[in-house]
């Protein structure tokens, strides 16, 4: 080997180092700022964790004078007697369970259900013989139900949960992957 090509390959090998110094200065960098992120999102959880056992323990703390008045008779959710104003046999519901109930109630009377995601995505499927792909449905279903707003990622997990159910069918075509609607035979 000559002086010259084991120059070069000296000179090679530094410059491979160099740029190798430099690649792993910056991947720290990208790191130590991703572990500074993680530490903030730590702290935060660990805050919110300790709000919701404080809140755990004001549940269970004994009801506001406010409270003891209006339901004199429950005792954290259970009942330890019958109020006065309360017919033979039956006891008053606690108020937080009487408003969820007709909150539930209402919502269900009035509103319509919005449609599952899924279904929409059925609905356009059947609207084409084809195959079509994930992203053209996404786009379609933005233009026909601008309120909704799935992602691409959420799109494709949805259409394959529909593919394992065997409603609808994957085709690869080359590097891209089809859906269809799977027809059913009978009338």
Known sequence: MSS?????LRLRYVQQAASD???????QQELSEKLKM???????????????????????APPLPEQAQDEATFTRGR??????????GKTRRPAATRSAKSFGEAGTQGKQRRPLLGELLTELLAASDEPR??????????????????????????????VAKGRIRRHRQQRSVMYTLVKSDAP
């Not at 993680?38 to 269970?60: F, G, M, P, V």
């Not at 009942?79 to 033979?88: F, K, M, N, Y």
């Open 4 to 8: 010259q090509s084991a120059e070069t």
């Open 38 to 60: 993680l530490k903030q999102e730590e702290a935060l959880l660990t805050d919110i964790l300790s709000l919701a056992e404080r809140l755990n323990n004001l549940s269970e």
């Open 133 to 162: 792909p994930a992203k053209e449905l996404r786009d379609e279903l933005l233009e026909k139900h601008p309120d909704r707003t799935p992602t691409p990622q959420v799109v494709r997990n949805t259409l394959e949960a529909l």
């Open 79 to 88: 009942s330890s007697g019958q109020p006065a104003s309360a017919p033979a």
């Open 21 to 27: 110094l430099k690649e792993n200065r910056r991947r």
